[in-house]
């Protein structure tokens, strides 16, 4: 069973700046697949930022420019740098992993959120 734990929510104004973190307890056997979504009041929980194994990554088009996903594999951590924050990125943001261990079928674990309020 994974452990995966977010961190790094909070409130800022518009235009500002945070970072979130998404720690994974990690093995050493498996490789990972790295996502984040994010779910704001009233609507469904939408994708973010994914980053793969092999770095490469993907953004939802609303923070194309404004986010970077990055992985620190000797830490099993994630990271989501955001930058020009808006009104609209206000949500409580999930990290997901997919876990790839040879032999197994592929796990999905999500962490339990990270509020992010931005303020106009």
């Known amino acids: 069973q994974e452990m995966v734990a977010e961190s790094g929510g909070g409130s800022v104004q518009a235009g500002g700046s945070l970072r979130l973190s998404c720690t994974t307890s990690g093995s050493g056997y498996c490789s990972y697949d790295m996502t984040w979504y994010r779910q704001a009041p009233g609507k469904e929980r939408e994708f973010v930022s994914n980053?793969?194994?092999?770095?490469?990554?993907n953004y939802t088009d609303s923070v194309k420019g404004r986010f970077t996903i990055s992985r620190d594999n000797a830490k099993n951590t994630m990271y989501l740098q955001m930058n020009s924050l808006k009104p609209e990125d206000t949500a409580t943001y999930y990290c997901?992993?997919?876990?790839?261990?040879?032999?197994?079928?592929?796990?999905?674990?999500w962490g339990q959120g990270t509020r992010i309020t931005v303020s106009s």
């Open positions: 997901k992993i997919v876990q790839f261990c040879r032999g197994v079928k592929p796990q999905n674990y």
């Open positions: 980053i793969f194994s092999d770095g490469s990554s």
